[in-house]
T-cell receptor
Framework: AQSVAQPEDQVNVAEGNPLTVKCTYS??????LFWYVQYPNRGLQFLLK??????LVKGSYGFEAEFNKSQTSFHLKKPSALVSDSALYFCAVRDMGGGADGLTFGKGTHLIIQP | GAGVSQSPSNKVTEKGKDVELRCDPI?????LYWYRQRLGQGLEFLIY????????KSGLPSDRFSAERTGESVSTLTIQRTQQEDSAVYLC??????????????FGPGTRLTVL
């Protein structure tokens, strides 16, 4: 079975400060890992993914995420937060070796950037 | 089309009625997924279609839920005898490659279903 944990329901960051949204996962084999963002009344938008290779993955809107196999984590980061980054962020995983066809998502983290 | 589209965007129905939700995937995408998003929860996988293969129905919560897809085009999700606990946003996604690939899924805007 595969699972994702996003331990924080909400993260508050001042504009211009660095931000981190945490994600840990559990899979039987090796993971494909994804981050999606959901703005109010809009569908999920893909931000970035980890497949293999470099542990630091860069994505849209200046976001990046670091894959840490020993800690089974895939935290989302951005060096300098913008008010427009305020949204709901989802981490998702799929076992590279098989298992469920759908992605397994975390419960989401509300990111609030304060001006 | 430019993206995944879903209709209707909102649906209010009475308990016990049947509803049908529609999804148009991105042209050329072979894989199509349905998810359910309850308030304050993550996405819950419902069903997966890949080409003309038999769908993976392992996520459907009960036999009141069913879905169809014709080839690599439109899909419909049907919920029979709706219950209040079916109230949620139903999201459709498509991807270029099959579920076992690393291809990201592209999501539609969702259908918000409210069962009174």
């Amino acid at each position: 079975a595969q699972s994702v944990a996003q331990p924080e329901d909400q993260v508050n960051v001042a504009e211009g400060n660095p931000l981190t949204v945490k994600c840990t996962y559990s899979v039987s084999g090796n993971p494909y890992l994804f981050w999606y963002v959901q703005y109010p009344n809009r569908g999920l938008q893909f931000l970035l993914k980890y497949i293999t290779g470099d542990n630091l993955v860069k994505g849209s809107y200046g976001f990046e995420a670091e894959f840490n196999k020993s800690q089974t984590s895939f935290h989302l980061k951005k060096p300098s937060a913008l008010v427009s980054d305020s949204a709901l962020y989802f981490c998702a995983v799929r076992d590279m070796g098989g298992g469920a066809d759908g992605l397994t998502f975390g419960k989401g983290t509300h990111l609030i950037i304060q001006p | 089309g430019a993206g995944v589209s879903q209709s209707p965007s909102n649906k209010v129905t009475e308990k016990g009625k049947d509803v049908e939700l529609r999804c148009d995937p991105i042209s050329g995408h072979t894989a199509l997924y349905w998810y359910r998003q309850r308030l304050g929860q993550g996405l819950e996988f419902l069903i997966y279609f890949q080409g003309n293969s038999a769908p993976d129905k392992s996520g459907l919560p009960s036999d009141r839920f069913s879905a169809e897809r014709t080839g690599e085009s439109v899909s419909t999700l049907t919920i029979q005898r709706t219950q209040q606990e079916d109230s949620a946003v139903y999201l459709c996604a498509s991807s270029l490659g099959p579920s076992g690939s690393s291809d990201e899924q592209f999501f539609g805007p969702g259908t918000r279903l409210t069962v009174l």
